[in-house]
């Protein structure tokens, strides 16, 4: 079956504005986690979603980063105010519960 | 809190040969998996051998074994007759079963032909 998927693929954004990237997790995972991955690092954890809610939301850095999966389903990790600092590729990944984790290709943000 | 490390940033081994990559990880829980990921330049994350702690029994698929030492928190992964295909980062992780996750920084391996 189809794998994760994120959308979109690269997205350059200049410094203050507001950013939005997709994740659509495999179908029937009710687990979606969103990390963040530095140059040259591994993926540090954001933010984890049990269906709707979020589960585990303390990895997000500051209040301007924020997560919704509305249905359970598509997640969007939202970003206000843009700074250098946050590009990196964003990584997502569903699993069942308290399973292995699957990842999509990951969304690399580039803030000028 | 959970820590992973990966000692080794940079590895190299001949086409055909066999490589081991070291973790090491931190934790006073006893239940929990760990994994190896393999990251392309693709940036893809792809799983390539998972193991619970509860099982004595080391983790293997296909050219890819685990040396799992749950006293020494050891997680070694070797994988046998290297394929240029093998070129990527890898990634040790360790995850308990309230998906609480965390990664190594990861081990860069060339495979050369």
């Known amino acids: 079956g189809a794998g994760v998927s994120q959308t979109p693929s690269n997205k350059v954004t200049e410094k203050g504005k507001y950013v939005e990237l997709r994740c659509d997790p495999i179908s029937g995972h009710t687990a979606l986690y969103w990390y963040r991955q530095s140059l040259g690092q591994g993926p540090e954890f954001l933010i984890y979603?049990?269906?709707?809610?979020?589960?585990?939301d303390s990895g997000l850095p500051n209040d301007r980063f924020f997560a919704v999966r509305p249905e359970g389903s598509v997640s969007t990790l939202k970003i206000q105010r843009t700074e250098r600092g946050d590009s990196a590729v964003y990584l997502c990944?569903?699993?069942?519960?308290?399973?292995?984790?699957?990842f999509g290709p990951g969304t690399r943000l580039t803030v000028l | 809190a959970q820590t992973v490390t990966q000692s080794q940033p940079e590895m190299s081994v001949q086409e055909a040969e066999t490589v081991t990559l070291s973790c090491t990880y931190d934790?006073?829980?006893?239940?929990?998996?760990l994994f190896w990921y393999k990251q392309p330049p693709s940036r893809q994350m792809i799983l390539v051998i998972r193991?619970?702690?509860?099982?004595?029994q080391n983790a293997t698929e296909n050219r890819f074994s685990v040396n799992f030492q749950k006293a020494a928190k050891s997680f070694s992964l070797k994988i046998s007759d290297s394929q240029l295909g093998d070129t990527a980062m890898y990634f040790c992780a360790f995850m308990l079963f309230n998906n609480d996750m965390r990664f190594g920084a990861g081990t860069r391996l060339t495979v050369k032909p």
């Open positions: 979603f049990q269906g709707t809610g979020a589960a585990d």
């Open positions: 990944a569903s699993s069942l519960p308290a399973d292995t984790q699957y």
């Open positions: 193991q619970e702690a509860y099982k004595q």
């Open positions: 934790t006073s829980e006893n239940n929990y998996y």
